[in-house]
């Protein structure tokens, strides 16, 4: 995968996977430490300590679709994380929810750029409209945030989901942060 957005793509459908209402995909960039900290949270039914363990293996996926067996969401981020000189971390309680953190080395020449991150957020709103998503990033003087809880507020009824409305979507957020990530 070329782009971090990808990535995101990826492990939020997990988290919808595991029947989430909410999910919050956040980035912090902190150029003191040089680092760049992607976390992905979500209330999804979680996995056990068992379950936790094996995860990072490839060949493990609960999926059954197309018969599944193997499963690689998980181990491409936590590689992506650690070739840049960076950590993988997943906290998970069953029945709860999972908290999936990859931090990077921000200025690590593998670093992945963020890429289309407008287009990963229009296709999980569009494809789940009623999931509540929540996207932040900071970096030095620069603070964003896009909520669809408050946005559907602001639509006053108007679905999520259009293919107008997920436009601007796509266009605010990718204008607040063209090349900032
Ligand atoms: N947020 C989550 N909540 C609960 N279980 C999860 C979560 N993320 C991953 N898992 C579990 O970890 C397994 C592996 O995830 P991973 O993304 O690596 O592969 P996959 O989703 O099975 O397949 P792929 O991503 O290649 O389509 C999943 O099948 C699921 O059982
Ligand atoms: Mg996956």
């Known amino acids: 995968m070329e782009d971090l957005s990808l990535h995101i793509l990826d492990i ?3 988290s919808i996977d595991a029947d989430a209402v909410k999910v919050e ?3 912090v960039v902190n150029e003191a ?3 760049f900290t992607l976390t992905i949270s979500d209330n999804g039914k979680g996995m056990d300590a068992e379950t936790l363990k094996m995860v990072r293996d490839p060949f493990f996926s609960t999926k059954t679709a197309r018969k599944k067996k193997f499963g690689l969401g998980i181990p491409l981020l936590a590689q992506a994380a650690e070739e840049c ?4 971390l997943m ?3 069953a029945g709860k929810g999972t908290v999936i953190t990859a931090v990077f080395q921000n200025s690590h020449i593998d670093r992945k750029p963020l890429g ?3 287009a ?3 296709v999980l ?3 789940h409209p009623d999931i509540d998503f929540l996207l932040s990033c900071e970096r030095d003087g620069l603070s964003y945030k896009l909520d669809t809880v408050e946005l559907k507020k602001e639509l006053q009824g108007v679905p999520i989901n259009l293919p107008d409305v997920l436009k601007l979507i796509k266009e605010d957020i990718n204008d607040a942060l063209e090349g900032e990530f």
């Open 85 to 88: 000189n960076g950590a993988f």
């Open 120 to 122: 990963t957020m229009a």
């Open 25 to 27: 995909i956040k980035i």
């Open 91 to 93: 906290e998970s309680d």
């Open 116 to 118: 289309d991150i407008g």
């Open 12 to 14: 939020a459908e997990n």
């Open 125 to 127: 709103i569009g494809g």
């Open 33 to 35: 430490d040089d680092r």
